[in-house]
């Protein structure tokens, strides 16, 4: 007989407990509101429930205690556009045709992907729901499928931001996210009513760079000294010359004057402090407009009718490898928060390790909509595992980054990763590999591309990925982009 431990005991029950109504609630009450939430640059840990020793986000962490969250989600690239783009759409940036920042390319096989058919705003107001964009777009395109929007153009700033009101430039006073949070609430009110469902993007700028806080959290960790990661000192040993070639060391990032006369390490230093530590200032601005909005909707009865997603576009490195910012491959870069919350419906207190993908967001939502996702969607509903039942999940996914040259200088490159093993090409001339064990090294210091003792992984790994492109429909080479940077 097998044993098994009172804590996975407890959440068996619990699935079992909710699949039955979700299934009656297809059956008998309405379609659910959605409210997606989603902040810029923020890595999977920056929230208390996921041990930050540091920082506290009572009520990200609210939304996790009273939901699913999933432990392993990725982007499938580390960059905001497309990143965006594909939890828009659940194409890969290579379909959809957002490789990068700086453009948006059309590819001839798939004309104005973004806004039509696999775009689930689109597919939601074609069902009748009333839909809204609220904050960051940074979409190098009008916001396809909204009948409201108030976004930030491009990055947006900290501090009396312009904003686009349905067309209409104007200047509002106060800081971002909190006038993000004024307006969300503002739309909540016009729409709450009203007998359609509803669908707002809450979409924030932090922790985006410049890293301005508000006023009230100016001086939060002041007195205190952030711990620093084990490979803030990495030396590269044995990795790409990609990988130091790329403009992302700490010690050289500008944002905070520090003086270029000082030594390097102590550089390194300073800056690591002040970024880490305006990083969760802003931060604690979000948390707070998160709860303004989940308190909205206690006092106004939608909660047990709305599902709460909470994610990011993209990971960041905060000293990792001595490296600021995100485009590679390794784990702070690709690692996102991804929580999920309809109460009464989905499980309470749990952590899924179900490798959950930003392509997955767009069928999930179709699904719970009840609206047929497309064939050519490629990412997959969460629905069963939000249910709690058995399913036949993935076990590796493929990761792609085109902006090269670029902001940075990451060179293009493509991997694969499973639960253990990671494999990354940089596949322009030179071309070059890493092959990383994630169980002996999490922190991914020893490339063992190069190792004859790991030959047959190599060879392996090598193999899964040219599976999964082909299986995604990944060119191969991949194809040109049209970028206006140089990199040496």
């Known amino acids: 007989m097998t044993h098994l431990d009172r804590r996975h005991v407890l959440r068996l029950l619990a699935s079992a407990a909710v699949a039955w109504p979700l299934r009656l609630r297809g059956q008998q009450k309405k379609r659910p509101n959605f409210i997606i939430m989603m902040t810029d640059d923020q890595r999977a840990n920056a929230m208390s429930i ?25 982007v499938t690239n580390s960059l905001c556009s497309p990143s965006r783009t594909s939890f828009l759409t659940g194409l890969y940036s290579h379909k959809h045709g957002v490789r990068t920042n700086a453009i948006f390319e059309m590819l001839p096989d798939d004309p104005a992907v973004c806004h039509t058919h696999t775009n689930y705003v689109t597919r939601l107001r074609e069902a009748g729901y009333q839909t809204a964009m609220i904050g960051k777009w940074h979409i190098n395109a009008p ?8 976004i930030l153009p491009g990055w947006g700033g900290y501090v009396d931001p312009e904003m686009i009101a349905n067309g209409a430039w104007i200047r509002m006073r106060g800081h971002t996210d909190d006038i993000i949070g004024d307006q969300a609430l503002i739309y909540l009110d016009r729409v709450r009513d009203k007998k359609r469902p509803f669908c707002m993007v809450y979409s924030f700028k932090a922790p985006h ?7 009230r959290y100016a001086h939060m960790y002041d007195n205190i000294e952030i711990p620093v990661p084990r490979t803030l000192e990495d030396r590269l040993e ?16 500008g944002d905070f004057n520090v003086p270029r006369t000082l030594p390097v390490e102590e550089r390194k230093r300073l800056n690591y402090q002040h970024l880490v530590k305006n990083y969760y ?8 407009n998160v709860g303004r909005v989940l308190d909205y909707l206690d006092k106004n009865d939608l ?3 709305t599902v709460i997603v909470f994610t990011s576009d993209n990971g960041f490195f905060l000293g990792e490898h001595g490296l600021f910012d995100k485009r590679l491959m390794y784990e702070p870069s690709i690692r996102v928060p991804f929580l999920v919350r309809y109460p009464g419906v989905f499980p309470r207190r749990v952590d899924s390790s179900h490798m959950a993908l930003n392509v997955d967001l767009a069928p999930t939502i179709m699904e719970l909509a009840r609206i047929r996702v497309p064939n050519c969607v490629q990412g997959r509903s969460l629905l069963p595992l939000l249910e709690g039942k058995k399913s036949d999940w993935r076990e590796a996914f493929y990761y792609e980054f085109f902006e090269h ?18 494999l990354i090409e940089f596949w322009e001339q030179p071309q070059e590999w890493e092959l990383y064990d994630l169980v002996r090294d999490p922190d ?26 082909a299986e995604l429909g990944d060119a191969d080479p991949p194809g040109p982009v049209a970028l206006a940077a140089k990199c040496p």
């Open 50 to 74: 996921a041990r930050n020793p540091v920082l506290k986000t009572p009520n990200m962490d609210r939304i996790a205690e009273e939901g699913v969250r999933f432990t392993e989600a990725f």
């Open 143 to 150: 916001p396809p499928g909204f009948e409201h929007w108030v």
């Open 209 to 215: 760079g410049n890293w301005l806080p508000a006023q």
């Open 238 to 253: 044995g990795r790409p010359e990609a990988l130091k070639k790329a403009q992302m060391a700490l010690a050289d990032m």
């Open 281 to 288: 200032r802003v931060l604690l601005s979000v948390d707070d």
């Open 303 to 305: 909660a047990n009718d």
């Open 405 to 422: 040259p670029g902001p940075h200088c990451v060179r293009k490159n493509h991997g694969v990763r499973t639960d253990r093993w990671k």
């Open 444 to 469: 991914e210091t020893n490339n063992l591309a190069g190792d004859p003792r790991h030959a047959a992984k190599l060879r392996e790994m090598q193999a899964l990925m040219k599976r999964l492109r």
